[in-house]
């Protein structure tokens, strides 16, 4: 490799396989938590150096303004998530939950994920694209299963078997677009190369590419974590660490939804095929009414906030499959507002749950007398994620329902019950765990604050003022997705 | 030579039909795996026959792995694992043998209707060996299904990576990093699957899925 091939995708794909190996080799703990981070923070950097400077899409690398987008807010919210999970794994280590043998295998997983999404995210072949994700969800099983409690190993085998099963209905999608594109491309790399399927997609057989993105959506769709596909979703929350729980819900699900945004767009580009838009809002109306309901049984509190993914991916899929230009730009806006909000949720739970020694939402009360940073913090989330003015989230879920009053009105109706159920389910955990009597220990918390503090920032400052050069980004990313 | 090539594509992927039928009445382990090493022999021959029509020598890999794998290293590998934890014997079925013959034949039928169909501006071979596939696909999925040991379930997870080998190959010039790539997730999937039925000797005494269902409770 020469020099001119250093750009800032093979960067981002370099710099995490490099630690994986780097961090493999690293006996140490503190050393190797902040090599995690350093090795983060550099991939960060060169994801924004994209902006920049974009390389030219090849037949298996494609960047793009849309996925700019995902790649960037991946790589910071990886970022933030090491530097979360140094503190995190400090405490697991003393209590013992962890041996040094599993951290070091918990951090170079951690790199191996990274190197996964970011290579999916940056794939212009459909068919790296989802080896990629085959990858992401197999790192992401080992690490749920980590802890090795029975009920870990539950988790992951359910989340193994689940994603096994959507992620092989994904590839014989994707085996079915290639039998599609063969007349018309012609035999070889062509076929699965993403541009050139767009470039020639209006030619295609309509009914095989309706097929196609029949087993892609249920596929990549038990990826995102839509109902009915969900079951492997609350359990692989639940029971692996935390900082895992922050990267599932923040990052992967967004990459499977990536997957699912990059067919469609396929679809929409041939006017035979059925419009997937439909197919799309359907799922994500389903999971959302769906996943507000199921909020109120939740006793679990890292449960209690995988219920509230699935509503808030069943939103951002329900936004894309709408379309338009601004419910597009909602669906994107949703989509960063929940990343960087319920990661920060997931820090400051994850903090919780280890001062109180509990996940257990009914044994966790008056966090705001006994540790009033971490109460408050959760209290901000809970805001934020149940979408009161003004954070992002607020502004985001309300051009969803503006634009769907405008395009279809009916729709509206089950989207602001979904929206108001979960607001009342959030709500009242929240006042339990905050407010009144403190329980168990007082015991004072070595929480990592940059984080969270830089999160709820972000989204504070996106539910106030949206700079307009940000605006117009958006607006021309939702633009492309027509 | 064309009518002979199209018959022996064709009587393989429907040989990989049958035997995924024959994985489905099995109910005990051992010969679950016999049916299972049996299956991988006919993909292998199925893909081998593809190369030589097709004249993609880059195929025969894929048959050897199919061959070498799946037919000897995985079935071998598992057969001790069912020794060591001893449950050779175990008869284990959620659903009964009727009912479950019944919804794999309706699956079969379906996938036939469904891809016939769709595919009719296809090539006749490329088309038929589709639909087979999408029939050990499906019946992969209804073996895990109605099996509840973990081992009857991942060996439905594996013939219906089968299938859609059998697809992947039936898609004439596919890419061979396609073919590399399942290859290798399979092997990467035996691996997680291995540690993890280790994992859960070590809390249990079965590899009974259902025991791990009582943790589940009160928690729901």
Redesign the interface.
């Known amino acids: 490799m020469n020099l001119s091939d250093l750009n800032g995708v093979t960067l981002i794909l370099a710099i995490p396989a490099a630690s994986a190996v780097v961090l493999a080799l690293t006996p140490g703990y503190l050393v190797s938590a902040r090599l995690n981070m350093l090795s983060a923070f550099l991939t960060f950097v060169s994801a924004l150096t994209l902006f920049a400077h974009k390389p030219d899409t090849g037949s298996y690398i494609l960047v793009d303004d849309l996925n700019i987008v995902f790649i960037v807010l991946n790589t910071f919210v990886a970022f933030t998530t090491s530097v979360f999970s140094a503190s995190y794994i400090a405490h697991e280590l003393e209590i013992g939950r962890l041996t040094p043998i599993q951290l070091r295998f918990y951090h170079t997983m951690y790199q191996v994920l990274l190197f996964a999404m970011n290579l999916a995210l940056t794939a212009n072949?459909i068919?790296?694209m989802?080896?990629a994700i085959?990858m992401a969800t197999?790192t992401t099983?080992?690490m749920v299963?980590i802890y090795?409690t029975?009920?870990a190993?539950?988790a992951?085998?359910k989340y193994?078997?689940l994603g096994?099963?959507g992620i092989?209905?994904a590839?014989?999608g994707?085996?079915?677009v290639?039998?599609a594109a063969?007349?018309v491309v012609?035999?070889?790399?062509g076929?699965?190369d993403w541009t050139v399927l767009l470039a020639h997609v209006s030619a295609f057989?309509p009914?095989?590419l309706?097929?196609a993105f029949v087993f892609l959506m249920l596929g990549y769709g038990t990826k995102v974590g839509l109902a009915p596909l969900h079951a492997w979703l609350p359990d692989a929350h639940a029971e692996g660490p935390t900082p895992i729980s922050a990267v599932l819900s923040g990052l992967l699900l967004n990459v499977a939804l990536y997957a699912v945004l990059r067919f469609k767009l396929l679809l929409d580009a041939n006017s035979g095929a059925i419009a997937p838009g439909p197919l799309m809002a359907i799922l994500g109306l389903v999971s959302l009414v769906f996943a507000a309901f199921m909020l109120y049984?939740r006793?679990?509190i890292k449960?209690m906030f995988a219920y509230s993914s699935i509503e808030h991916m069943g939103i951002i899929a329900f936004a894309f499959g709408i379309g338009g230009p601004l419910a597009n730009f909602a669906g994107l806006l949703h989509m960063i507002m929940h990343s960087l909000t319920k990661s920060a949720i997931f820090f400051t739970v994850g903090h919780i749950a280890q001062v109180k020694g509990t996940q257990t939402i009914a044994d966790i009360r008056g966090l705001t007398v006994s540790h009033p940073l971490l109460g408050w913090g959760l209290v901000v989330g809970v805001f934020a994620i149940a979408g009161l003015p003004p954070m992002g989230i607020f502004m985001s879920e309300f051009l969803v329902v503006s634009s769907t009053f405008a395009r279809e009105p009916w729709l509206a109706i089950p989207l602001v019950i979904g929206l108001l159920v979960a607001f009342g389910a959030l709500l009242l955990r929240l006042h339990g765990m905050a407010f009144g009597e403190p329980s168990g220990s007082n015991a004072p918390v070595k929480a990592s604050w940059a984080p969270i503090a830089a999160h709820f920032a972000l989204v504070l400052m996106a539910g106030i003022y949206l700079p307009p050069p940000l605006v117009a980004w958006f607006q021309h990313v939702a633009s492309l997705l027509r | 030579m064309k009518g002979l090539a199209f018959d022996l594509a064709h009587l393989l992927a429907g040989g990989l039909v049958l035997v995924s039928f024959m994985l489905l009445y099995q109910d005990r382990l051992y010969s679950l795996l016999n049916v299972f090493a049996l299956q991988a022999v006919v993909l292998s021959l199925s893909v081998a026959w593809q190369a030589y029509v097709q004249g993609a020598p880059h195929l025969y890999v894929t048959a050897a792995i199919a061959l070498v794998f799946k037919a000897i290293v995985i079935p071998v590998a598992l057969h001790r694992i069912i020794a060591r934890l001893g449950i050779h014997r175990e008869i284990e079925v959620v659903v009964s043998l009727g009912p479950t013959m019944i919804a794999g034949m309706a699956l079969v039928a379906l996938s036939m209707v469904?891809?016939l169909?769709?595919?009719?501006?296809?090539d006749p071979l490329?088309r038929e060996d589709?639909a087979f596939?999408?029939s050990v696909?499906m019946l992969g999925?209804l073996m895990?299904v109605t099996r509840r040991n973990?081992v009857s379930?991942v060996i439905g997870?594996m013939s219906?990576?089968n299938g859609?080998i059998l697809?992947?190959t039936g898609?004439?010039?596919?890419?061979l990093?396609?073919e590399i790539?399942?290859a290798f997730?399979v092997l990467?999937?035996f691996i997680?699957?291995g540690?993890?039925l280790f994992?859960?000797r070590?809390?249990?005494d079965t590899v009974d899925?259902q025991a791990?269902?009582r943790?589940?409770e009160g928690?729901?």
């Open positions: 072949n068919g790296l989802w080896v085959e197999l099983v080992i299963g090795r029975p009920e190993i539950e992951a085998w193994f078997i096994s099963v092989a209905l590839l014989f994707t085996i079915l290639y039998m063969r007349p012609g035999e070889g790399l076929g699965m057989d009914a095989q309706n097929l049984r006793r679990d449960r | 469904v891809m169909r769709v595919t009719a501006e296809a490329a589709l596939a999408l696909v999925l895990m973990a379930q997870f219906l990576e859609l697809a992947a898609a004439k010039g596919m890419p990093v396609v790539s399942v997730s990467v999937a997680v699957i540690v993890f994992r859960i070590e809390r249990f899925v791990l269902d943790f589940q928690r729901r």
